[in-house]
């Protein structure tokens, strides 16, 4: 097949369990963005980013046997993602420490665009504009594990409460005031770069 | 509809994923608090909007096939049926148990406790890595399940560490 129109995700995958390499392609091409995303507000660093995004879809390949279309695709997808993530976290919880001391080095990282170079904006504007970038990224990160994968999921993928609830194995009420009480924390810490 | 309802919803309203609905709207209306926190939310919104990631460098794909070539070079578990059945991973979880011991028994007292722990390094025990051989074939019994429950796999993981250092 040369691409999934008319098919849903589930049933690309099971494309792919059928032995269809184009499948599994077209799957890799639709979601790299969305994961690498993903993994750099859960990772925080580009580099390490891509890695946990190819470790994805190196996974969902190797599921592939085993896999059922009775979930979403996505939900399955960004399980394997945020059990990842989860994972990193854990994996280098010290080395963290450290990169939350060095956050003043020249940033490669954050994925701002360099307007400065361009003469768009002041070495002040930047200057400012790059401490509320680490603002928010310090705030997010210092989310508790489920909250923080919550805002990125809502705020940064587009998924919605059911498909958050799905991932994170919680009811959607439970993951609506998870998500409230995330913002919520956000607005608070956040309120002097608004 | 009451305050609590609207918090509900709260973050969908306030970055636009949910349409304002009348009732929504009057209880905004005649609600203060309400109104004062959708503002301030969606002024939190539009901070968030501002850190964006990075695009997938020109070298993921090729990184990816790369791996992928890799993966399908490996010895195909996936496809024996039989190496998935859990009475056989458990089996095959003992065999490497065995084998860990007599790799010790062999070593004999030639190690220190330092030593053990770099000799363990290179112990077939490496391939019960998460994301390999056993780790996976234990996670992939249950497709539902794998990957969903963050303990369970910190139960998984715990016992890799046993294994690997006994
Ligand atoms: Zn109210």
Not at chain 1, 9 to 35: C, H, I, N, T, W
Not at chain 1, 82 to 87: D, H, R
Not at chain 2, 53 to 72: C, G, W
Request: hydrophobic share 40%; charged share 25%; with cysteine.
């Amino acid at each position: 097949m040369a691409g999934g129109e008319g098919y849903t995700d589930a049933e690309v995958m099971l494309r792919v369990k059928a032995g269809d390499q184009s499948a599994f392609d077209y799957l890799v091409q639709k979601y790299r963005r969305p994961l690498v995303g993903f993994m750099y507000r859960m990772a925080r660093n580009a580099a390490v980013a891509e890695d946990l995004a190819q470790e994805v879809f190196l996974r969902v390949y190797r599921s592939r046997h085993t896999y059922e279309a009775s979930a979403k695709f996505t939900t399955w997808l960004y399980r394997i993602a945020t059990n990842l993530a989860v994972n990193h976290a854990r994996d280098t919880r010290h080395e963290r420490a450290e990169v939350t001391v060095s956050l003043d080095e020249p940033d490669e990282e954050t994925g701002t665009t360099p307007d400065l170079a361009d003469g768009t904006i002041t070495a002040e504007e930047a200057l400012v504009r790059r401490e509320k970038m680490l603002a928010i990224r310090s705030k997010v990160e210092a989310l508790p594990e489920r909250q923080k994968m919550a805002v990125v999921m809502h705020k940064y993928q587009q998924m919605d409460y059911k498909q958050i609830s799905e991932v994170l194995k919680l009811s959607e009420s439970a993951t609506k005031s998870l998500l409230f009480r995330a913002y919520e924390t956000l607005r608070e810490q956040l309120k002097e770069f608004v | 509809m009451k305050c609590k309802d609207i918090q509900e919803v709260m973050p969908d309203l306030a970055s636009g994923l949910v349409e304002v609905t009348p009732e929504i709207g009057s209880h905004m209306a005649g609600c203060g608090a309400c109104a004062t926190k959708m503002r301030e939310f969606q002024q939190t919104m539009a901070l968030l909007d501002e850190w964006k990631a990075p695009e997938p460098s020109p070298y993921f794909d090729v990184r990816l096939q790369a791996r992928l070539r890799e993966e399908m070079a490996k010895p195909q578990a996936g496809r024996l049926g039989w190496f998935r059945r859990p009475v056989l991973a458990a089996a095959l979880t003992v065999l490497m148990g065995v084998g860990v011991g007599l790799f010790y028994a062999k070593g004999g007292g030639m190690y220190n406790s330092q030593d053990s722990e770099v000799a363990t390094m290179d112990s077939p025990v490496q391939s019960a890595e998460p994301g390999t051989a056993v780790g996976d074939l234990q996670a992939l019994e249950k497709n539902h399940d794998l990957y969903s429950d963050f303990d369970l796999l910190d139960d998984l993981e715990v016992q890799h560490n046993v294994v690997a250092n006994p």
